[in-house]
């Protein structure tokens, strides 16, 4: 079945760092794939999606491209802050009819100042 | 901010106990879901709905049910609360189902069963 594997966490930068948070995904056919950010003590929002091969997501600063050769979906940002720390969730869609999102485990992402 | 709601936001139950979660919308969304967050398994959808008394199974939907007499309002039920259900319950929703539609997040509901 469809499933999506994130890098483990937890994952502690200094502010002004290089980030990535490594995503791959097993799936038949072209699923859409997400990456959903989650503050803490609130729900999920949508940071960046991309839907079919080589497109690049991108908002606030993150980035990540959607690469079918390697199955991958890795988020990026060129120098993070503090205000970054959250849960980071990776996740997919395929079956149409019903958007049912696979998730990844989350990686927890804190920022020190 | 989508207009989503949950309520309870905590609650705090003994096994065994029937337990219902509710989520209410302001959008006017077809599709709403409920997903349970656990440590180490991200999120997984059990229950969902594509329209008004229209619902379906999801990933883990064993000892859970749902009902949607109205377009805003989407009920999980646990049967009889077991430990084993004690996680952080977030409902979403969204305007279509195809595969690249944004979902909207409420807060959460965080069970306890004892």
């Known amino acids: 079945g469809d499933s999506v594997t994130q890098m483990e966490g937890p994952v502690t930068l200094s502010e002004e760092a290089f980030l990535t948070i490594n995503c791959t995904y097993t799936?038949?056919?072209?699923?859409?794939l997400f990456w959903y950010v989650q503050y803490p003590g609130e729900g999920l929002q949508l940071l960046l999606k991309?839907?079919?091969?080589?497109d690049k997501g991108s908002n606030k600063g993150f980035e990540a491209t959607y690469r079918k050769e390697t199955t991958s979906f890795h988020l990026e940002k060129g120098s993070v802050q503090v205000s970054d720390s959250a849960v980071y969730f990776c996740?997919?869609?395929?079956?149409?009819?019903?958007?049912?999102?696979?998730f990844g485990q989350g990686t927890r992402l804190t920022i020190n100042p | 901010d989508a207009g989503i709601t949950q309520s309870p936001r905590h609650k705090v139950t003994e096994t065994g106990t029937p337990v219902t979660l509710r989520c209410h919308q302001t959008?006017?969304?077809?599709?709403m879901y409920w997903y349970r967050q656990d440590p180490g398994h991200g999120l997984r959808l059990i229950h969902y709905s594509y329209g008004v008394k229209d619902t379906d199974k999801g990933e883990v939907s064993d000892g859970y049910s749902v009902s949607r007499s109205k377009t805003e309002d989407f009920l999980l039920t646990l049967e009889s609360a077991t430990s084993s259900q004690t996680s952080v319950y977030f409902c979403?929703?969204?305007?279509?189902?195809?595969?690249?539609?944004?979902?909207?997040f409420g807060p959460g509901t965080r069970l306890t069963v004892l």
């Open positions: 799936a038949t056919g072209y699923p859409s």
């Open positions: 959008e006017n969304h077809r599709y």
């Open positions: 991309a839907t079919k091969a080589d």
């Open positions: 996740a997919l869609s395929r079956i149409q009819g019903a958007q049912k999102l696979v």
């Open positions: 979403a929703i969204s305007e279509k189902g195809d595969l690249s539609v944004t979902q909207y």
